[in-house]
């Protein structure tokens, strides 16, 4: 099973800065690699796939670098309903899919 | 647009059972594969199962397995989980998540795209 870790676990940022995510695979993914938006009291909402290709109407701030095990989630210009938990996840080896444990981002 | 709603979630003993349900729409539900994925209060989701879009082949995660099973009726749209000999820790909220095919490579890679709203599931007695 792939393990993926995230940090931090919680990041604060101040509208209209810049926020950077981390996640990392315990093994090689190749560039099979997703990012979720989770708002309070929603379900996930798919943001990046293949690690850098932005999902059907995910505004350009959002953006994903990465490949192998060391993945980057990058929001430019944060803005007040970027305030979530934003979970990695691998599709490269399964089953099963696996997923990060979350990071928070807040707005100061 | 794509909607999944699912529901039979509950108040369940432990040992019990339930069946949960999702009913898909806005998109050809017979031609994809379909996930369920829980996720227990204050933590990050965890895949529970996933059904091929012909039911030729499921995967479960070690923590159900042999006791949830996961079933589709194309003909209505369905998807299904039983879960029996529930525990505590199968506490949690469940989602019904549609698969996408991504080819890589001339190779087929099984992402979720869409996700439901769920279904609250609580084991106690």
């Known amino acids: 099973e792939i393990v993926m870790t995230q940090s931090p676990a919680t990041l604060s940022v101040s509208p209209g800065e810049r926020a950077t995510l981390s996640c990392r695979a315990s093994?090689?993914?190749?560039?099979?690699l997703a990012w979720y938006q989770q708002r309070p009291g929603q379900a996930p909402r798919l943001l990046i796939y293949?690690?850098?290709s932005r999902a059907t109407g995910i505004p350009a701030r959002f953006s994903g670098s990465g490949s192998g095990t060391d993945f980057t989630l990058t929001i430019n210009s944060l803005q007040s309903e970027d305030s979530a938990v934003y979970y990695c996840q691998q599709y490269n080896n399964w089953p099963p899919w696996t997923f990060g444990q979350g990071t928070k981002v807040e707005i100061k | 647009q794509v909607q999944l709603v699912e529901s039979g979630g509950g108040v369940v003993q432990p040992g019990g059972s339930l069946r949960l349900s999702c009913v898909a729409s806005?998109?050809?539900?017979?031609?994809?594969?379909m996930h369920w994925v829980r996720q227990a209060p204050g933590k990050g989701p965890e895949w529970v199962a996933f059904?091929?879009?012909?039911?030729?082949?499921?995967y479960y995660a070690d923590s159900v397995k042999g006791r949830f099973t996961v079933s589709r009726d194309n003909s209505r749209n369905s998807l299904y989980l039983q879960m029996n000999s529930l525990r505590a820790e199968d506490t949690a909220l469940y989602y019904c998540?549609?698969?996408?095919?991504?080819?890589?490579?001339?190779?087929?890679?099984?992402?979720?795209?869409?996700w439901g709203k769920g279904t609250t599931v609580t084991v106690s007695s």
């Open positions: 293949g690690a850098s």
């Open positions: 806005g998109f050809a539900f017979r031609s994809q594969g």
């Open positions: 059904i091929r879009f012909d039911e030729s082949y499921k």
């Open positions: 093994h090689s993914v190749d560039t099979n």
């Open positions: 998540v549609k698969n996408v095919v991504v080819v890589v490579k001339g190779a087929n890679f099984y992402l979720m795209d869409v």
